[in-house]
């Protein structure tokens, strides 16, 4: 099992860059795949991204392509997420989760362990 625990969440402007960090602990973490989910008020958890173990695979949901850069740094057990040009609907809880295997599927399936979440709002 690992321990997630993200942080860098806050209120920001619509435009404005925000970037979320998620520390593992527990378990080996360049062993694991990592995904970014989100859930928004009233809405299901949805797939943001996804990075393989190295970093060499990545996938990212249409909604969020070439907005926001999944990255990790194995030397020091944390995955980020940098996200830029904030829209108010990427209001919402994220999550950070970690997974045995790398999948491109964007489904939540794979992730064995998940982090309590950081809140982003985002305002017009």
């Known amino acids: 099992q690992v321990q997630l625990v993200e942080s860098g969440g806050g209120l920001v402007q619509a435009g404005d860059s925000l970037t979320l960090s998620c520390a593992a602990s527990?378990?080996?973490?360049?062993?694991?795949?990592m995904g970014w989910f989100r859930q928004a008020p009233g809405k299901e958890r949805e797939f943001v991204a996804a990075i393989s173990w190295t970093g060499a695979l990545t996938n990212y949901a249409d909604s969020v392509k070439g907005r926001f850069t999944i990255s990790r740094d194995n030397a020091k057990n944390i995955l980020y997420l940098q996200m830029n040009s904030l829209k108010p609907e990427d209001t919402a809880v994220y999550y950070c989760?970690?997974?045995?295997?790398?999948?491109?599927?964007?489904?939540?399936?794979?992730?064995?362990?998940w982090g309590q979440g950081t809140q982003v709002t985002v305002s017009s």
């Open positions: 989760a970690a997974s045995t295997f790398y999948s491109a599927d964007g489904t939540d399936a794979p992730y064995d362990d």
């Open positions: 527990g378990r080996t973490f360049n062993n694991l795949a």
